[in-house]
């Protein structure tokens, strides 16, 4: 019951000033998040707090960061997984699969946003290479391929980390077609979730990997 009070206190605060973000409120509950993921033994429930873990722990990160529709429906999954969760006893595993619908749910409402946004950044540098890179793009990444591991969506992870290690590089060595390569992984990652998204597992294709990695 304690769970379930702190939570909604934080949640409240985190979700009142919509769309600004209450980043200590957001801190507080990716706190809270990294409590019960160390408390938890079963496989289900610790993909269910290290996922609600990295969704807070993004706009403690980013605090420019506003508070969209799938942000707020995020925070309802992760609300929606409490008090389930103080409601069983996790260790007899009940009601597992509305845990991994909530998993599910929780997952994609994330990973939408972020290849959105991957895809819009880096289309946009695609068209002024000269320019900057995009200031969140790989976090981004980075993040991405956190939620992919944590769902084990392997090819999703693949391209992601390969894209945040290319990211990385250009920070110091620019090749106008790098930057295409990068937003093609980003384009990449959108087709896998949307595979995904409707019960269909695909491989990345191997020609986007090869030239995120340089090879």
């Known amino acids: ?115 959105q946004r991957l895809v819009l950044d880096l289309n946009d540098w695609s068209q002024t290479p000269e320019g900057d890179m995009p200031q969140q793009a790989q976090l981004n990444a980075h993040h991405m391929a956190q939620l992919a591991q944590d769902v084990a969506l392997r090819g999703v992870q693949q391209v992601a980390d390969a894209l945040a290690a290319q990211l990385a590089r250009l920070r110091t060595q620019r090749v106008v077609a790098d930057i295409q390569a990068s937003l093609s992984g980003a384009q990449e990652v959108s087709r896998l979730l949307q595979q995904f998204a409707v019960g269909n597992l695909r491989p990345p294709q191997e020609n986007v990997l090869a030239a995120l990695r340089g090879e």
């Open 1 to 115: 019951m304690q769970l379930r009070q702190d939570f909604e206190r934080y949640l409240l605060a985190f979700l009142r000033h919509r769309p600004h973000v209450d980043v200590p409120a957001a801190a507080q509950l990716e706190a809270l998040c990294q409590q019960q993921l160390q408390q938890e033994d079963l496989s289900e429930w610790r993909t269910f707090w290290s996922l609600s873990e990295h969704f807070f722990a993004r706009f403690r990160m980013s605090s420019a960061r506003e508070l969209g529709d799938h942000e707020a429906s995020a925070a309802n999954q992760v609300l929606s997984g409490v008090m389930f969760r103080s409601h069983v006893d996790a260790a007899h595993a009940p009601g597992l699969d509305d845990l991994q619908v909530i998993n599910h749910l929780l997952f994609l409402e994330q990973a939408d946003v972020i290849s």
